[in-house]
């Protein structure tokens, strides 16, 4: 293009005159491009420079970064038909010869294909009247463009028809004398290589076949008419016997000869066609044959329309081949009329209507009985009926005439816009005696062409509500403008004019100083990246304000990837910003409390000593809502409620430590409600306030001086209110929401926690009482007896003293030995209770007290090999030790053994224990209801980092292994 505007481009001055009226334009048509569906261009005719939006490129298939702005590359991908419209219509509007600069032409998109595009420019002059710049957008029009040309081919194929029909419908002529004519105008309107018409008939042996009878190839395609490959041919035997299923139904054949199966493929391709459509021609309702479209030269698809008119052709080839059978002329043409979605309406030379179908019915409303015999100068509006009767004599006169544009009114009175052919109807004597007009609905078209002149009217409007401001700048520290829009007024207050030209202030004058150098470095940062950027920083208005803005933009390169100028987009985002920062502040506030409320929590929880957790609770609730005073009070049944602590300036002797529900209202509401109760103000005349006070009055004598308001919140478990936790403050209103949200939150940890250690309380007191009854058992089962036993052997020796003293030996001697037995099983059991020699001695002696209690105690065969634990720590020695005792009490009360091996040791740093029997064994992985022995022993080792593995089977004994680091 540079050559081509060489000689417009030298009359210009090498000045460049500002005009901010356009300059605004271009820079808002660019910000709105992602709310258009157009790409805009710039073409500075002074310097010869280009620019094409991103969007304007992407239409091509291009990235930004793929496409030079330049006016060669534009020009390189214009289309060789189109760029003498194309750049004459540029170069005519520049040098004043046009009055816009307005065309259509094709551009190649990246994949190859051309894309039609409808493009537009304004020019903006000098004060002297030079061109200075051209400023455009093009919009991508392919989809109509190939709306229209199908509608060209569908007219240029229904004009085939008419012609068809002429010839075919002709008195005393056969359709056979003008077939191939018929052929040829087919083939040129339908733009393919190859037509031709195949009959079908059964052979002698009862088959369906056909034979070609008639054909119309382009210059360069082999016939095949003379073929006989192509006569008599079977198309079961073709490989074709899908195609009869299809056909025989009615149905077009239409297909790309590539996508067809392997056994159609072959045939097909040897015959040259790439594409091809066959249409079935029916005559009396019967299939008789087909009329069929190759394309040679390259693939196509047909469309719709195309496929309408195609087989509006092979519907009046049928009704000319039924008009050699027996006078249905009339019937047949009936059928094709009929066959179509096209208003086709038969006339006289007066306008008087002979034939009606069904498409006109549909288009205007009118039956076929209201209408026939009836002039159609009644559907036209009054001022088209000239135009009527000027195709009608233009027609009559042998003129021939495309398709042209007009109205009719439908009989609901609406108008419908349409596009009309005419043939005319001409006697035995080839007199005009009527004419047929075939008619269709282009409605959608007009408010297809109305939409987009109102988007064009959208787009001038949000143009002129843009909101922010645009710019052009130098790329300098000072960001002198080049161009400014007029939103820099609202923006900044100053007139996007004074910015420009002024000396006084700069753009970088506005930007706050701590901002400055960051917006300078981020905007080289993209510029060196080749990229835009976007960020936000602080600028002062005319008036001393200060706004937050986000700017959008980025560096305009000339073809020397030079950076001539920055171009981008300011916008006031001052509300945004502050929304954020209040959002963070409240974001923080919370995250704040929450971990106040968690780490209070976290202190609470390590507490399991009730009346020790109750105290914690209230001294950590200061941190968590300031307070006065704190209780905590439990539900202890459904009307009582018992106070379990205090903090605070009363006395503890003057406190109610139980009361009934009657008695204290604004605390039962809490507890009812399951929410927390707020009394802003105690001595105010609300229910609650009232029922403090009487409250009060019955404690105290009266509302204390230090409490002006007062919250409690219930303490839930499970689902379930178990008490409360109140605090009053000295101050009125001193609680609020929030503070409500946060006091529930940590009395819900509370709650947890007062429960666990009322749960551990209870869980100690069992455990005594159990290890009571235990201890009990083993004195009943061997001390006791073993009392008893001496006892009866002391009476024996003293009997036998007075009557034979030599046999008192054997009493007595029995009476040391149980002596001894019961003081070796008291020993055992003060032994388990507190294991002495585990902490004096170590776990070697308290393990061999153990295993010495076992052989005395149940008699068993034991095999005991230790080593010395030195150095274990003492957790690890008891764990060992707990884990032993565990494992021989499990084999004396459950494996019935005769013989246990027990072996302490040292292997890689860690002590190991093994214990095995000789026992019954069992399932290890079966579950034993009641115990928990096994358990017990994997938590203490897992504890300690340690693991427990236990080998047994039914009548195979048992062997435990444990290992814990030392």
């Not at 993209?526 to 600028?539: E, G, H, K, S, V």
């Not at 209870?762 to 009854?773: D, I, S, T, V």
Request: charged residues 30%; negative net charge; glycine residues 6%.
């Amino acid at each position: 293009m540079k050559k081509t505007f060489e000689s417009t481009a030298t009359e210009v001055v090498p000045t460049v005159a500002r005009d901010d009226e356009l300059r605004a334009r271009i820079e808002l048509l660019e910000l709105v491009i992602r709310a258009t569906d157009e790409g805009l261009w710039d073409w500075n005719i002074v310097t010869d420079e280009a620019y094409f939006s991103p969007r304007w490129k992407a239409m091509l298939g291009y990235a930004d970064e793929e496409f030079r702005n330049s006016t060669d590359e534009w020009q390189q991908r214009v289309h060789p038909d189109d760029v003498d419209v194309a750049v004459g219509a540029i170069r005519g509007y520049v040098a004043g010869e046009r009055d816009n600069c307005e065309n259509t032409h094709r551009l190649r998109h990246k994949d190859g294909s051309y894309r039609w595009m409808y493009t537009r420019g304004i020019l903006t002059r000098d004060s002297e009247g030079r061109p200075l710049r051209l400023v455009g957008s093009h919009a991508d029009i392919t989809s109509r463009k190939q709306a229209e040309e199908d509608l060209k081919r569908r007219d240029a194929i229904l004009e085939a028809v008419r012609f068809a029909a002429e010839r075919f419908l002709r008195a005393g002529t056969s359709w056979e004398e003008s077939i191939q004519d018929v052929l040829e105008r087919l083939a040129r309107a339908t733009r393919v290589s190859r037509t031709y018409v195949f009959e079908n008939y059964v052979g002698d042996d009862g088959e369906l076949r056909n034979t070609i009878t008639h054909e119309w190839v382009a210059p360069g395609v082999v016939p095949r008419i003379d073929n006989p490959t192509y006569r008599k041919v079977s198309l079961k035997n073709a490989g074709r016997a899908r195609w009869i299923d299809v056909l025989e139904r009615g149905e077009m054949m239409l297909s790309h000869v590539r996508s067809l199966p392997d056994s159609e493929r072959s045939r097909t391709e040897g015959e040259g066609a790439l594409s091809f459509a066959i249409v079935p021609i029916f005559v009396e309702g019967a299939w008789w044959g087909v009329i069929g479209f190759d394309e040679s030269a390259h693939e196509r698809d047909f469309s719709a329309p195309e496929q309408d008119a195609l087989k509006a052709a092979a519907d009046l080839m049928g009704a000319a081949i039924g008009r050699m059978r027996v006078e249905e002329r009339s019937v047949r043409l009936a059928a094709i009329v009929e066959s179509t979605h096209d208003a086709i309406v038969g006339m006289l030379r007066n306008g008087t209507i002979t034939s009606w179908n069904r498409g006109a019915e549909d288009l205007y409303g009118y039956t076929a009985q209201e209408m026939i015999g009836h002039s159609i100068r009644p559907l036209m509006p009054l001022e088209e009926l000239p135009r009527l009767r000027d195709v009608l004599i233009r027609l009559t006169a042998g003129e021939r005439l495309d398709h042209f544009e007009t109205q009719f009114i439908r009989k609901d009175k609406t108008h419908v816009a349409v596009s009309m052919s005419f043939s005319l109807v001409r006697d035995r004597e080839g007199e005009v005696t009527g004419a047929s007009a075939i008619a269709r609905d282009i409605s959608e078209q007009k408010r297809a062409e109305a939409e987009l002149r109102e988007s064009q009217r959208s787009l001038s409007t949000l143009l002129s509500n843009l909101p922010g401001m645009a710019y052009r700048c130098l790329n300098r520290p000072d960001w002198p403008m080049d161009f400014i829009s007029e939103g820099a007024l609202d923006l900044t207050g100053y007139g996007a004019a004074g910015l420009v030209a002024s000396t006084r202030v700069s753009y970088a004058d506005l930007i706050h100083p701590e901002d400055r150098e960051r917006v300078w470095r981020d905007v080289q940062d993209a510029i060196d990246l080749d990229q835009p950027f976007r960020m936000n920083y602080r600028i002062a208005t005319a008036d001393g304000a200060e706004k937050w803005v986000l700017e959008q933009g980025r560096g305009v390169s000339d073809e020397r990837n030079q950076i001539q100028a920055i171009e981008g987009i300011v916008i006031d985002v001052t509300d945004r910003v502050q929304a954020r920062q209040e959002l963070e502040q409240r974001v923080e506030e919370r995250t704040h409390e929450l971990a106040t409320v968690l780490n209070v929590s976290s202190s609470i929880a390590s507490t399991l000593e009730l009346e020790t957790l109750l105290g914690v609770v209230l001294e950590q609730f200061e941190q968590v809502v300031p307070h006065t005073a704190a209780s905590i009070s439990f539900l202890e049944n459904e009307m009582t409620l018992r106070l379990l602590d205090y903090r605070g300036p009363m006395d503890q002797a003057d406190l109610v430590w139980v009361w009934p529900s009657h008695e204290n209202e604004h605390s039962w509401e809490v507890i009812r409600s399951g929410k927390p109760v707020i009394i802003p103000d105690v001595r105010a005349e609300t229910p609650l306030a009232q029922a403090f006070q009487r409250k009060a009055v019955y404690d105290t004598g009266g509302v204390p001086i230090y409490i002006s308001s007062w919250m409690g919140v219930p303490l839930i478990f499970r689902d379930k209110v178990i008490g409360l936790l109140a605090v009053d403050s000295s101050d009125i209103d001193a609680y609020t929401s929030r503070d409500a949200e946060l006091a529930l939150a940590f009395a819900t940890h509370a709650a947890v926690a007062i429960e666990n250690a009322r749960l551990y309380e209870q869980a100690q007191g069992k455990a005594a009482l159990e290890e009571r009854h235990r201890l009990a058992r083993e004195l009943h089962d061997s001390v006791s007896q073993a009392l008893f036993g001496i006892g009866l052997g002391a009476r024996t020796a003293r009997t036998l003293l007075d009557s034979d003293p030599g046999k008192a030996v054997a009493p007595i001697e029995y009476v040391l030995s149980l002596a001894e037995a019961g003081l070796t099983e008291m020993r055992a059991l003060i032994f388990e209770l507190r294991p002495e020699a585990l902490e004096q001695e170590g776990l070697v002696a308290a393990l061999e007290k153990q295993v010495a209690t076992l052989r005395t105690r149940h008699g068993l065969e034991v095999i005991a090999e230790f080593e010395h634990s030195a150095g274990a720590a003492n957790s690890v020695e008891e764990a060992v030790y707990r884990i032993a005792q565990e494992a021989l009490n499990n084999i004396t009360k459950h494996a019935q053994a005769s013989k246990v091996h027990v072996r302490l040791g040292r292997e890689r740093g860690r002590i190991v224990l093994s214990v095995a029997d000789n026992g019954t064994g069992f399932d290890p992985s079966a579950l034993y209801s009641g115990h928990l022995g096994l358990k017990s022993m994997r938590e203490r080792a897992e504890r300690l980092g340690g693991s427990l593995q236990i080998e047994s089977a039914p009548g195979t004994g048992s062997r435990l292994e444990m290992a814990i680091p030392a």
